[in-house]
C-alpha cells in the first residue's frame, strides 16, 4: 500500500484553522473553538481512515488469489477482467480525481507556507500557477525521461521522500503546540503531548 500522511496537509490545515472567525482575546471562545476544531479534525480524519480502509479491503478481496498486482497499470488490466469495463473506467476517474485532489491541497498548502512562512505576498493566481508548477515538474520529467514504467518508479520514490519529510514537519508542529510560550492558554499537554511525541 503506498498510503503516506501528506506534511503539507499540517500546514493546510493550520491554515484553515487560522481562517476561521473567532476573537483571540475571548478565553471563552478560544475554547470552544479549539474544542470544535478538534471535534472537526478526528471526525475528517477518522473519515479518511475508514474510507482508506475500505479500499483496502475491497482491493484483498478483489485481488487475493487472482493475480499477483504490483503497480497501477496491473491493477487497471485486471480489473478490466474481473470486472469489465466500468471497474477500470471508475478506477480511471478515482486516479485523476485523488490526484487533483493531492494537487489542490498541495497548491494551497503553498499558499500557506508563502504567506505565513516567507511573508510574501503574490496574487492567489500566480502562488497557484507557480506551487502547481513545482509540484507538477518532477512528474513530467519522470514521464518524459522514463515513459509508463517511470511513473510507478516516481510515485514510490515520492512516498518514501515524504516519509522521511514528516517529522521535519511534525516535530516542530508538537513543540509549538506544547509550549507554554507560544500556546500560554491552550497548549497541548499531558496525554495529547505524550501520543503526540510518541507518534512523531
Given at each position: 500500500?503506498?498510503?503516506?500522511?501528506?506534511?503539507?496537509?499540517?500546514?493546510?490545515?493550520?491554515?484553515?484553522v487560522q481562517?476561521?472567525?473567532?476573537?483571540?482575546?475571548?478565553?471563552?471562545?478560544?475554547?470552544?473553538?479549539?474544542?470544535?476544531?478538534?471535534?472537526?479534525?478526528?471526525?475528517?480524519?477518522s473519515m479518511s481512515f475508514f474510507v482508506n480502509l475500505a479500499i483496502l479491503i475491497v482491493?484483498?478481496?478483489?485481488?487475493?488469489?487472482?493475480?499477483?498486482?504490483?503497480?497501477l497499470q496491473e491493477a487497471y488490466l485486471l480489473l478490466d477482467h474481473v470486472f469489465g469495463d466500468a471497474a477500470k473506467i471508475l478506477f480511471g476517474l478515482s486516479l485523476l480525481l485523488s490526484g487533483q485532489s493531492?494537487?489542490?491541497?498541495?497548491?494551497l498548502a503553498g499558499e500557506t507556507v508563502m504567506h505565513g512562512f516567507l511573508r510574501l505576498r503574490w496574487k492567489p493566481w500566480l502562488i497557484r500557477l507557480v506551487t502547481r508548477g513545482l509540484a507538477?515538474?518532477?512528474?513530467?520529467?519522470?514521464?518524459?525521461?522514463?515513459?509508463?514504467?517511470g511513473t510507478y518508479a516516481a510515485l514510490v520514490a515520492s512516498q518514501a521522500v515524504l516519509?522521511?519529510?514528516?517529522?521535519?514537519?511534525?516535530?516542530?508542529?508538537?513543540?509549538?503546540?506544547?509550549?507554554?510560550l507560544m500556546q500560554p492558554c491552550h497548549r497541548l499537554g499531558g496525554i495529547g503531548a505524550a501520543a503526540a511525541w510518541i507518534v512523531t
Open positions: 500500500s503506498l498510503v503516506t500522511v501528506m506534511p503539507h496537509n499540517l500546514y493546510l490545515h493550520s491554515w484553515v481562517s476561521r472567525n473567532v476573537d483571540h482575546h475571548d478565553p471563552v471562545e478560544t475554547a470552544k473553538a479549539t474544542k470544535m476544531l478538534s471535534i472537526d479534525t478526528t471526525i475528517s480524519l482491493a484483498a478481496g478483489t485481488f487475493f488469489g487472482v493475480q499477483e498486482v504490483s503497480t493531492s494537487t489542490i491541497t498541495g497548491t507538477l515538474l518532477p512528474a513530467c520529467i519522470a514521464v518524459l525521461m522514463f515513459g509508463d514504467k516519509s522521511v519529510q514528516l517529522p521535519f514537519a511534525l516535530i516542530p508542529l508538537v513543540r509549538a503546540a506544547g509550549s507554554k
